[in-house]
Structure formats: C-alpha cells, structure tokens
C-alpha cells in the first residue's frame, strides 16, 4: 500500500463559510477593498507560495493574508485577500496568476496559480473558513487489507450508535 506517492494523492480543499461567501462582491467598491483570491498550489509550503503570489502582484508579503496553512506535500486550494489595485486584479479572473518549477526530482512539480473570485470588506482570517475537505489516494491496495478497513469501518459505525 502507498500512500502520498505525489501531491496530487492529498488534496486538501479550503471551505468557506457562508457569512464570507455571501459578503462577497463580484466588483471593487468602497465597502469591499480587499481582492479574494482562489491559489491552489501544488508541492510548496503556504508561506513561500503567498510570499510569491505578493511578489508577483507587486505587493508586500504583508499585504497577503490567508485562513490558515496547508501542507506543503499536497495540493492544496485556499483563499487568500489582498488590498491591491482593482484593474490588476481584475486581469486575474479569467486568466489567473501563475508561476511554476521543477524540484529536485524531475518528477515534481512545484507551483501556484491564483484566479480573482470576489471582494471583500475585510482580510480573510481563519473565522471565514467553514474547514477542509480531504481527499487522499492510496496506491496498490491488496484485497486483504480492503476487506480489513471495512471490517473495522463497520465496528466504528457500530460503536457509534452506542
């Protein structure tokens, strides 16, 4: 059995609250200031990926604020605010930012992209978020060891009811 062969076999989804979601504005006004962001990044820690990202859209590091981090050996899609010029971030809802390498194994891939979702009246802060969903792929199961997850998938379940 493996596990986490790639990033990709952990894929970790930032969920928003409703209270966020619904504040969101589709246009810049004098209420919502802040530009929120969808980046999915893939191999790289959230630190140096929202590092990046402000480097890229000609920002402070600062001037990024993200929910919470996510694992660096995932690929991972959060939501991120900055205060920025509203043309230049409008440039990024249908063709997001981007910027991506190879690591020290030619296999991977390490990057972000980030697209324009909406604005905000405030920076994003781990109060917006909902949580996460996780998905993980497990490589070369043999039938035994699925026959044993479900056998002790049913004894949760039955002590659940308890």
């Known amino acids: ?20 979601t619904s504040s969101l504005r589709d246009r810049h006004d004098d209420a919502a200031t802040f530009a929120c962001f969808e980046l999915t990044k893939r191999a790289i ?6 590092s990046a ?3 890229a859209l000609g920002v402070r590091s ?17 939501f991120v605010t900055a205060k920025i010029d509203p043309a230049r ?4 809802r249908e063709k997001p930012l981007e910027q991506h390498s190879e690591g020290d194994d030619e296999q991977e891939h390490i990057g ?3 697209r324009l979702v909406g604005w905000s009246a405030a920076a994003i802060t781990s109060e917006a978020i909902d949580g996460n ?16 997850m ?3 998938a049913k004894l949760l379940t039955a002590d659940d009811s308890l």
């Open 1 to 20: 059995m493996t596990i986490r062969r790639q990033p990709e076999d952990f894929l970790v989804e930032e969920r928003l609250g409703a209270e966020f």
């Open 45 to 50: 820690t959230t630190p140096a990926a929202t």
């Open 53 to 55: 990202f402000a480097h």
């Open 62 to 78: 600062d001037d990024v604020q993200c929910a919470g981090l996510k694992d660096r050996h995932a690929k991972t899609i959060q």
């Open 89 to 92: 971030a409008e440039l990024h």
């Open 112 to 114: 972000w992209s980030a």
């Open 133 to 148: 969903r996780f998905t993980i792929e497990i490589r070369d199961l043999a039938r035994e060891t699925c026959d044993e």
């Open 150 to 152: 479900e056998r002790r």
